[in-house]
């Protein structure tokens, strides 16, 4: 029997599923995945709880619930002053996954071309592929992953549509200078393309600096759509809860998609979300500083193990060049490091469609409680 359909023929188990594997198999140290292995904060799983004895328990209308859309409206505002209608301009999905599925189902035709920063996330160019569109690769390019202006503007065709930014930056931990953000919008803006803007570690910017939101920058707000998630910013990844602003023609066609995707979205943890994003200027701080200690703290490590690289300025991710010594590309490192040194990390090569950088490289979460990350930089002592 045939049984596979062509526009997913050509994919395979996501890396991340494969390093999980490898990594219980051998027991190792998991900082592959990229997410916490601790716990959200206790008051917000409270009310999740509250949430649903309230009776919050029934489908949620489709877009999102009214307190949800409200409260997403009023943290753009109040931190970023840009102004999303709650009706008409924020769509609630499952995750930042379903928003971006969306999002490219909702304006990709067959044959459509989209550009994509590698390395990318890699739901970017499965969605693109299933949409029927044409991912194009412009590479971010090592050591500080900045993009060449004449590739990104060789990159696009009259085929394009749509331009995807991610800010900050999985897996390289960057954070986008003004400078280098007006400089893609401006292509996006010349050629007239919608730009997706993948703002999931807005909150997770380090050393002072101000996540910067791509909808801000002048020309920008119309044509960029862009994709948050609570799981990042409340350390609760499991809850799935993400969302998209757009204008309004973009959302209507999101919606479009989603009302036979999911329908709907779980609507205690909806309600639970709208609590926590009025929670923000509180908890903010505390979570910012979590993630710093633990970065500062890997880094200092990762530097005396040997390894050389600036430190990230955003996510909980670095993307750490190879030691010099070695001939082995990124996957067969990988390998190494579970099987040997008992640590799993992501090979990056996974992330790229055309330049060969990212086998160089190694991704590391630093989302691990102290003594995971402890126990990594042990066993990778005498490497
Ligand atoms: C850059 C980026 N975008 C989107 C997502 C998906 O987020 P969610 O878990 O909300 O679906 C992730 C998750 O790791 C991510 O790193």
Same mark, same amino acid.
């Given at each position: 029997?045939?049984?596979?359909?062509?526009?997913?023929?050509?994919?395979?188990?996501?890396?991340?599923?494969?390093?999980?594997?490898?990594?219980?198999?051998?027991?190792?140290?998991?900082?592959?995945?990229?997410?916490?292995?601790?716990?959200?904060?206790?008051?917000?799983?409270?009310?999740?709880?509250?949430?649903?004895?309230?009776?919050?328990?029934?489908?949620?209308?489709?877009?999102?619930?009214?307190?949800?859309?409200?409260?997403?409206?009023?943290?753009?505002?109040?931190?970023?002053?840009?102004?999303?209608?709650?009706?008409?301009?924020?769509?609630?999905?499952?995750?930042?996954?379903?928003?971006?599925?969306?999002?490219?189902?909702?304006?990709?035709?067959?044959?459509?071309?989209?550009?994509?920063?590698?390395?990318?996330?890699?739901?970017?160019?499965?969605?693109?592929?299933?949409?029927?569109?044409?991912?194009?690769?412009?590479?971010?390019?090592?050591?500080?992953?900045?993009?060449?202006?004449?590739?990104?503007?060789?990159?696009?065709?009259?085929?394009?549509?749509?331009?995807?930014?991610?800010?900050?930056?999985?897996?390289?931990?960057?954070?986008?200078?003004?400078?280098?953000?007006?400089?893609?919008?401006?292509?996006?803006?010349?050629?007239?393309?919608?730009? %997706?803007?993948? !703002?999931?570690?807005?909150?997770? /910017?380090?050393?002072? @600096?101000?996540? =910067?939101?791509? +909808?801000?920058? $002048?020309?920008?707000?119309?044509?960029?759509?862009?994709?948050?998630?609570?799981?990042?910013?409340?350390?609760?990844?499991?809850?799935?809860?993400?969302?998209?602003?757009?204008?309004?023609?973009?959302?209507?066609?999101?919606?479009?998609?989603?009302?036979?995707?999911?329908?709907?979205?779980?609507?205690?943890?909806?309600?639970?979300?709208?609590?926590?994003?009025?929670?923000?200027?509180?908890?903010?701080?505390?979570?910012?500083?979590?993630?710093?200690?633990?970065?500062?703290?890997?880094?200092?490590?990762?530097?005396?193990?040997?390894?050389?690289?600036?430190?990230?300025?955003?996510?909980?991710?670095?993307?750490?060049?190879?030691?010099?010594?070695?001939?082995?590309?990124?996957?067969?490192?990988?390998?190494? %490091?579970?099987? !040997?040194?008992?640590?799993?990390? /992501?090979?990056?090569? @996974?992330?790229? =469609?055309?330049? +060969?950088?990212? $086998?160089?490289?190694?991704?590391?979460?630093?989302?691990?409680?102290?003594?995971?990350?402890?126990?990594?930089?042990?066993?990778?002592?005498?490497?």
């Amino acid at each position: 029997m045939k049984d596979t359909a062509l526009r997913i023929a050509d994919f395979k188990d996501s890396i991340f599923g494969v390093i999980s594997r490898l990594a219980r198999e051998h027991n190792a140290v998991n900082l592959g995945q990229g997410f916490p292995d601790f716990d959200g904060p206790n008051w917000l799983k409270d009310i999740a709880y509250k949430k649903m004895q309230e009776g919050h328990n029934q489908y949620a209308p489709f877009p999102g619930t009214p307190n949800l859309r409200q409260e997403i409206s009023n943290y753009y505002k109040k931190f970023y002053s840009l102004n999303y209608h709650p009706d008409s301009e924020i769509t609630v999905t499952v995750g930042a996954t379903e928003a971006i599925y969306l999002v490219i189902m909702g304006l990709i035709n067959p044959g459509d071309e989209v550009v994509v920063l590698e390395p990318f996330y890699d739901s970017y160019v499965a969605s693109i592929k299933m949409a029927g569109g044409i991912a194009v690769p412009v590479t971010m390019h090592a050591p500080d992953f900045t993009i060449d202006q004449k590739e990104l503007e060789a990159a696009v065709s009259p085929r394009t549509k749509l331009l995807i930014l991610n800010n900050p930056h999985n897996p390289t931990g960057k954070v986008w200078t003004k400078e280098e953000l007006v400089a893609v919008s401006n292509v996006a803006i010349k050629n007239d393309l919608y730009l %997706l803007s993948d !703002e999931v570690y807005e909150f997770l /910017v380090f050393d002072g @600096a101000k996540h =910067l939101p791509t +909808a801000t920058l $002048e020309g920008m707000m119309d044509r960029t759509i862009t994709v948050s998630s609570a799981g990042k910013t409340f350390g609760l990844t499991g809850w799935k809860i993400g969302w998209i602003c757009a204008n309004q023609k973009v959302t209507n066609a999101c919606r479009l998609v989603h009302q036979y995707v999911t329908f709907s979205v779980s609507t205690p943890m909806q309600e639970a979300v709208a609590e926590g994003l009025k929670q923000l200027p509180d908890y903010l701080p505390g979570f910012v500083s979590l993630y710093k200690e633990k970065r500062d703290w890997f880094y200092k490590e990762m530097k005396l193990l040997g390894f050389d690289f600036p430190i990230p300025k955003g996510t909980y991710f670095m993307m750490v060049p190879l030691l010099k010594h070695t001939n082995l590309k990124d996957v067969d490192y990988a390998l190494k %490091l579970i099987t !040997e040194k008992k640590v799993a990390t /992501v090979p990056p090569s @996974a992330f790229y =469609l055309k330049s +060969a950088e990212g $086998e160089k490289y190694l991704r590391f979460c630093f989302a691990k409680k102290e003594e995971t990350l402890k126990s990594a930089i042990e066993n990778l002592k005498g490497l």
